[in-house]
């Protein structure tokens, strides 16, 4: 007998359907003798529906202790309904709890609060009479004021991984409408092809680089407690993806075939369109000048990605210093340094959002020195003109022109033979 | 400074417009100085819109831990939205809590839970901080296992007046969509006027005989408090109905003229149109038949109201026995006794909805015989045929056929004096 964690999205539950389908997925789960707790995002567009009330109730709520109380609703509605279909349609007994009564413990950051603390005591005690606890994702509890919380992006999953790892559950499984995780994103490569393991390093670099179906969090919070991630379909008997967990020499894949002993070369290609560019242009070249641009930036609480500084060759004593970073973040970014030309002495800011983040991930690539002259090869084939370039020990990422990035993930897939006969089923619109 | 309660309904937070009208007159009863203490309602129909969702889901529900954890949410939404809108739109700082947070300790009996402890301390420290403490309406916690509970209906006014009397508020002002309590339905009887003040006991005997103005419950537990209710309108400014509890010899209408010191005859005139009566037809008429029908009905757990018993003059020896009840147990009633026909050797069951209830009541009738002259010679004028009687202290009541009330109800206020010039206004369409 198991413990199984099961993490269903908003797109699994979208509708009436959605639940009883889980539902009848979760009794399932139970009646093969497994231990089961589910934790359930909102209904399909629940979320966006209150946040629409409250906009139209004041465009000045902002992250506040009420707003997290109202998207809070979200979570209840879908857990108390899947329970009510476990309940009475399968005839299973299961019990619903609310983030704070599955002791999911935070901080006290409205919006994106941070797990202090996780005591599943209320949890336990379901399992131990026999009942399946539906927890309501996304959701925890400030203790020292009472408050109720919420986790900010990727939340249900953090809250799924983070109650694995205390109740030292056998894996997490992650459903939503796609079958796994992908060699790219099969909306751009269409020969893209299931991966049936990935090392959760590499699912670090794939969630960090643009990859959707895990959030970069709970993949982080998974990999330090060791946890095996199984990320699959509710709309789907298939096996999906697992993520495994590195250290872990005894890893037996439950239910699957055992992993291969070599790891394939190149995991996948991932990509990413919400990145912008800044320049700054005509910055004195002079020590100290770049770190003052960078501290500047820093103190903005602005998350730069990557970073380039050219010596002009036909300026003397001028540089340009071009960065990468989330395109919510540019008004900001523009705005601060801005505000410091005479400070900084440059000549002037570029901005453009038409740019695109191409990642090429595989652990195997750290032994394999061939990998990035055929990743330059492929995209220089393609025609593809790179602006920046970044590495790890397992990725190397371009920024590309925007309208060329479809057609780069393309060509690097086929270049590493990622490419498979048929095209990927992707399940509902978003592929989230 | 006064500690006001202020309760409102779902038709007066609607919708956003709804929820910044009923921010706005939180505000200013804050900024006149007072404490305010605001209870609330789902919005609209968003009860309703949960019950579909969960009937959509499976038919078997029923009153259950899941269904009240599904319910509560929507409180949970109309507090949130509240409270922003009177933080952000109003600059009046304000802050929701759930029933649980607000110290509303319930027994376990889901879906019609009652309260067991009102303990509001984080409500009482809010307060003392300045902030309006804004309160979901009709749920609670039973404290033995922490699960979510709901108190049924007219459950937001009980949390109310239980809130209002654990704090020993000054008055419990209940909103909704009419402008206090009339002297008759208004939709029947247009030149029905609102009462200024009436009494507690005259208010129960309204409530219980067909009144939606105010649940019964409420009207119970703040006349158990001493505490005085202020029954308005939310879509206007005007003072609505005082509700005032007895033996309150030095009681001083808050912002309102001072009682007059003789209670008017009559008070209101109220209708009920959701009765149903069973008559048990050719019973042996030997001691103890009756005992044996009452005894079934009440062990079925039926709640009967008039019950009248006739003598047949043209056959001996049989009776029959005549009682009313509400049309949604008449089924399990008619059942129940069918079972029993040959140990209470009846002849036959007939069972009619078309019946309806109207009740004239009022304090002044204690010490006028006159009344219930004045009140059957109006429903003879009338040609309304009487089915059924019954009386109280305060209170006449009769049971006529269905499509004759609307006209007796007129009738009997005409006759006490009640009609005023020109017509009430109703906002809404219910009339809740």
Redesign the interface.
Known sequence: MSLIVQKFGGSSVAD?EG??RV?RRVADTRRAGNDVVVVVSAMGDTTDD?LD??A???????A????D??L???E??S???L???V???EGVTA??F?GS?AGMITDGIHGSARLVEVNPG?IRRALEEGDVAIVAGFQGMNRQT?DITTLGRGGSDTTAVALAAALDADVCEIYSDVDGVFTADPRVVPSAHKLDTITSEEMLEMAANGSKILHLRSVEYARRFNLKLHVRSSFSQLEGTVVIPENTEDFKPNNLKEIPLEQPLISGVAHDRSQAKVTVVGVPDVPGSAAQVFGLLNEANINLDMIVQNISTDRPNVTDISFTLPQDQGDKAVATLSLAKEKLGFEEIKYTEEIGKLSLVGAGMKANPGVSFKFFEALSNAGVNIQMISTSEIRISVITELEKLDEAVRAVHTAFELDTEGEATVYGGTGR
Do not use: D, F, H, Y
């Open positions: 009436a639940i009883k539902a209150l009330l409250a139209e109730v004041t465009p000045n709520s902002g506040s202790r009420e707003l109380m109202l809070t609703a979200g209840r509605i857990m108390a309904v329970a009510m279909a309940n009475a349609e019990k619903s609310t009564q209320r009472g």
